[in-house]
T-cell receptor
């Protein structure tokens, strides 16, 4: 079974501190990895995906196949980054996403 | 994204009642999904549909059924609601791009409480 593990339910940091939200996935072929974000009172939305190798709102995530990880990083957290973050994967041959349980990021002033 | 709408937004019902949650989209996407979100459990897939004639069970389909009335509409039914179906329900849509990947677009959610 496909699994996505986000070990932290809650991550609390101060503004300006570095942030790393962890995500590990079960190995299976060539998965596609995504980060989705849900801000307060807003819809869940795509933040970034590994195949795009993009930086969105200062966030980056690198797929590490050796460690089967896709950690989300930002060097300097902002208060507006406070949200629930979900890591998700779509495995090769599968067409649906499997989501992790989510990590709540709280950035304090 | 206002292109994916869900009705109702909130619903309180009693155990044993039949409930239907509706999802409509104007994005022209073929693929539609129903998820439930529970604290500490994240999002879990209930049912999905890749086109009008295609219906598939997800991870937690027991106690639920769906209907894809048209490309734009995908309804989720709880035949006999029970309290542990109290959750936030999300509809999502997607379309394959670049050959393999697809981005999912979510509705605003329906908060269902079963007493």
């Amino acid at each position: 079974a496909q699994r996505v593990t986000q070990p932290e339910k809650l991550l609390s940091v101060f503004k300006g501190a570095p942030v790393e939200l962890k995500c590990n996935y079960s190995y299976s072929g060539s998965p596609e990895l995504f980060w989705y974000v849900q801000y307060s009172r807003q819809r869940l939305q795509l933040l970034l995906r590994h195949i795009s190798r993009e930086s969105i709102k200062g966030f980056t995530a690198d797929l590490n196949k050796g460690e089967t990880s896709f950690h989300l990083k930002k060097p300097f957290a902002q208060e507006e980054d406070s949200a629930m973050y979900y890591c998700a994967r779509r495995g090769s041959g599968y067409s649906t996403l499997t989501f992790g349980k989510g990590t709540m990021l709280l950035v304090s002033p | 994204d206002a292109d994916v709408t869900q009705t109702p937004r909130n619903r309180i019902t009693k155990t044993g009642k039949r409930i239907m949650l509706e999802c409509s989209q104007t994005k022209g996407h073929d693929r539609m999904y129903w998820y439930r979100q529970d604290p500490g459990l994240g999002l879990r897939l209930i049912y999905y549909s890749f086109d009008v004639k295609d219906i598939n069970k997800g991870e937690i389909s027991d106690g639920y059924s769906v209907s894809r009335q048209a490309q734009a509409k995908f309804s989720l039914s709880l035949e006999s609601a029970i309290p542990n179906q109290t959750a936030l329900y999300f509809c999502a849509t997607s379309v394959l791009t670049s050959g393999t990947t697809d981005t999912q677009y979510f509705g605003p959610g329906t908060r269902l409480t079963v007493l």
